[in-house]
């Protein structure tokens, strides 16, 4: 995944990046599990800032000068999110890995992905899964799904796709901020779609027909 950042870096491109950490611990799981959910939400923001101080190293083993920027302060591990400090770090060239989400429990990643890319007036936001792209039921258990190439945020939200968490998909369309929904996992999509190629589901003003 790191080669695959670098990658579109390297074509002059400002990257920012959200990472998750349900790998390690999901807050959602936690209180569905008897957790007190601000707890189990603060655990999962924690876990964020594990996994993006393993991709900063991996991208700095890379050769890419690389900050991360947590939404709750730990001096002595990560740099704290400052908005303007943030834009700095991308004009210098530097990667930017957004910890922590949104420092606040109740809010995923998504949202935390969506108000960043407000914050840092970003074109666009992607977001990498282990799927093509947005499909009208599970592709893994509906093999006949639909994928969709288009959709409005308003279509994602009414149908309750949930790929992607609605309040950032509401977020982004009142922030007008196009959303592309790709599978991470093959290697080239990122610098292919930001070349203009059409892959994944991109999420707009626009209707699905």
């Known amino acids: 995944m790191a080669e695959e950042v670098v990658e579109v870096q390297s074509c002059g491109v400002q990257v920012a990046i959200v990472i ?19 707890s189990a939400d603060q655990m999962g923001m924690l876990a964020t800032v594990i996994n993006s101080l393993a991709l900063q190293d991996c991208l700095e083993n890379l050769g890419v000068y690389t900050r991360v920027l947590t939404a709750i302060p730990m001096q002595t591990v990560a740099e704290s999110f400052i908005r303007r400090r943030a834009i700095r770090h991308l004009e210098k060239g530097r990667i930017v890995i957004f910890a922590a989400g949104t ?5 995923t990643t998504d949202t935390a992905a969506a108000l960043r890319a407000k914050e840092i007036k970003a074109d666009v936001l992607m977001k990498g899964t282990k799927v093509d792209g947005i499909y009208s039921d599970d592709p893994v258990t509906h093999p006949h799904a639909t994928m969709y190439e288009e959709l409005s945020y308003m279509n994602v939200v009414e149908r ?50």
């Open 103 to 107: 420092g606040s429990p109740f809010f």
């Open 160 to 209: 309750r796709l949930k790929v992607i968490d609605s309040t950032a998909v509401t977020f982004c369309m009142e922030q007008n901020i196009p959303i592309c929904v790709f599978n991470f996992k093959v290697r080239g999509n990122l610098r292919r779609i930001l070349g203009g190629e059409q892959i994944g589901t991109m999420i707009g003003q626009r209707t699905q027909t």
């Open 20 to 38: 998750g950490g349900g790998n390690i611990f999901r807050g959602l799981k936690g209180a569905a599990q008897g957790m007190d959910r601000v």
